[in-house]
């Protein structure tokens, strides 16, 4: 019989607390501002909540810089707020899973103060140290062009640190038995505060043992077992959402085996596929990397996505394939980002309406659970005269008034958009709420479309000859049911032949109008698909039927 694993067919909504709702007029979002919009997230359709982190910080990197990870920074609110918040959302049904950032602390943080103080600390193993500079010490950097370094003097200790990240955000040693203790506390402490999950923050560098000679660096999966075996002994369905960024075959040893390791992944690699089709408007590349992720554990799933908090990572592509995604969604330097990706959000790059609603109907009809940046589901656009990533992090455009309705407050913690075609007096939330045409309420359909299709969070897919190298067509197969999406990436109208393999095929029903199709006597659809169009079909009966089987 099927575990109800829940998060199979979920809808989740990414947001970052500082930018979604000020509540007490400082300029910067709160936890009582957050619990105002559930309402509207409720209506949305969503159903889980990832935030970003909100424990105290220095905040010298969008709060991923934690200096106390048992707390709620004072900006946001209190502990009892966020208490609050939980009930506020169970309320809604909604499931609230917190970033977990534990490959690195704040240099601001107890810890590493002690640390410093001498090579006696208690706490002077929860840190990489090296007594003379690595010979790799300029090796591995993660924000080419900003970061110099991943090893650093600090000249109180008298010894270097590493540092994946920023010279302030030194790495844990999470060989240290003590420091896996103290992150099994973390976890229990946010379990017990009523959280669902944790987003695990570079999972590669959770694991990783940093070599000081340059050598090859050993990862420790089985923390990650750990790690599983920790959360559901205290939440049974408590999950974790890995960030990784790995090549496919180096996948599996993340989810491990049934019940071991990461229940989820974010698919970077076919998001990176995803935009070179968008791009070209070619399919094939973008079903290769389908093809190369499919094989998971039966308890494993993919999260799929188009934009997220921070720069669209193309570096898995060749180098011929990443400018030409350049040249159509980032042509000006100042658009790119760490000289691997753009830092922009998905509406200004792609302009068309009909070309983003094709997106993001791909988006929740690829194998896998579908994350939502907020204000992608208004078209937000971006402001490139902030630095780096925050250009993509610009408080949420809720009405036409003063801040675009996200505070009273003249200073906010980023700047709102208000100039130009993405300005909150255009693109908002009040709106969009009354025009039944606006892409606000296209996501709400599309986003009750994906809930009312559970075959693609669970059931086994193949992609489909089309005939055409524009269109991507995938069929799913669940419990006695079959749905059959396609997308066309071409402005282009495209004519299609597909055959469902599935019983019945000889019937399709369209799930967003009234057409249907029938096959001819070869058991093949002929169809014509306009430019950047979608197509989500029932097949074999339009009634949604569940079988109950034993599986």
């Known amino acids: 019989m099927i575990e109800d694993l829940w998060y199979k067919n979920a809808i989740i909504y990414s947001l970052d607390l500082e930018t979604f709702m000020d509540a007490n007029g400082d300029g910067i979002g709160d936890f009582e501002g957050l619990v105002r919009q559930l309402d509207y997230l409720h209506s949305l359709g969503v159903t889980v909540l990832w935030l970003a982190p909100f424990q105290p910080t220095p905040n010298k990197d969008n709060g991923y810089d ?41 240099d601001q943080h107890r810890w590493f103060q002690e640390a410093v103080k001498s090579p006696d600390s208690f706490y002077r193993d ?27 003097l600090n000249k109180k200790a008298g010894e270097y640190y590493f540092h994946r990240f920023y010279e302030f ?46 050598g090859e660096q050993e990862q420790a999966f089985e923390y990650l ?52 089709a968008l791009a070209s408007t070619k399919i094939k590349h973008l079903v290769k990397a389908l093809n ?7 308890t494993a799933q993919w999260a799929q996505f188009l934009r997220n908090h921070d720069e669209l990572d193309l570096g898995r592509l060749t180098e011929k394939q990443r400018q030409e ?62 630095p780096e990533r925050e250009a993509i992090r610009t408080p949420m455009q809720w009405s036409d008034e003063e801040q ?37 309420n296209w996501t709400a359909k599309i986003i009750r479309l994906r809930k009312e299709c559970p075959e693609i969070g669970w059931g086994k897919w193949e992609i489909l000859e089309t005939g055409s190298p524009h269109v991507l067509a995938i069929q799913y197969e669940w419990r006695g049911n079959c749905i059959l999406t396609m997308h066309n990436f071409s402005s282009d109208a495209q004519a ?14 369209h799930l967003m109008d009234e057409q249907q199709s029938n096959s001819d006597e070869k058991g093949i659809h002929h169809l014509h698909i306009e430019g950047y169009g979608y197509y989500w079909y029932r097949v074999g009966t339009m009634a949604y039927t569940l079988h109950r089987q034993r599986e």
């Open 66 to 106: 934690i200096s106390d990870y048992y707390g709620v920074d004072p900006r946001h609110g209190s502990s009892g707020e966020f208490v609050e918040f939980i009930h506020e959302a169970h309320k809604r049904g909604i499931r609230i899973i917190i970033d977990m950032v534990v490959n690195h602390t704040s």
């Open 126 to 152: 929860w840190y990489v140290w090296a007594k003379k500079r690595p010979d790799n010490w300029k090796d591995g950097v993660v924000f080419p062009g900003v970061q110099e370094a991943t090893w650093t």
């Open 169 to 214: 955000q030194p790495d844990l040693n999470t060989n240290n038995p003590h420091v896996r203790n103290e992150i099994k506390r973390i976890m229990g402490y946010w379990l017990q505060m009523g959280v669902a999950g944790f987003r695990l923050d570079a999972v590669p560098f959770i694991i990783e043992t940093p070599d000081k000679d340059g």
């Open 225 to 276: 077992h750990e790690m599983r075996k920790f959360l559901q002994w205290r939440k049974g369905d408590g999950i974790l959402l890995g960030e990784a960024n790995v090549l496919p075959k180096e996948t599996i040893p993340y989810f491990g085996d049934i019940g071991q390791g990461i229940h989820m992944m974010f698919n970077f690699y076919v998001n990176q596929f995803l935009f070179y």
């Open 292 to 298: 190369e992720t499919k094989e998971l554990p039966a």
């Open 325 to 386: 995604v350049f040249a159509k969604f980032a042509p000006e330097k100042d658009m790119q980002l760490y000289e691997r990706g753009i830092r922009r959000r998905l509406a200004p790059m792609l302009q068309n309406r009909q070309q983003l609603e094709m997106a993001n109907s791909l988006i929740f009809s690829l194998p896998g659970t579908p994350v939502i940046r907020y204000g992608d589901e208004l078209a937000m656009g971006d402001d490139l005269s902030l």
């Open 404 to 440: 675009g309705g996200f505070s009273v407050n003249k200073k906010t913690v980023h700047p709102v958009i208000s100039e130009g075609e993405y300005g909150y007096k255009k693109i908002n939330v009040a709106a969009q709420r009354r025009d039944p045409e606006s892409f606000l």
């Open 496 to 509: 299609v032949q597909v055959k469902p393999i599935a019983d019945k095929g000889q019937t399709i029903y």
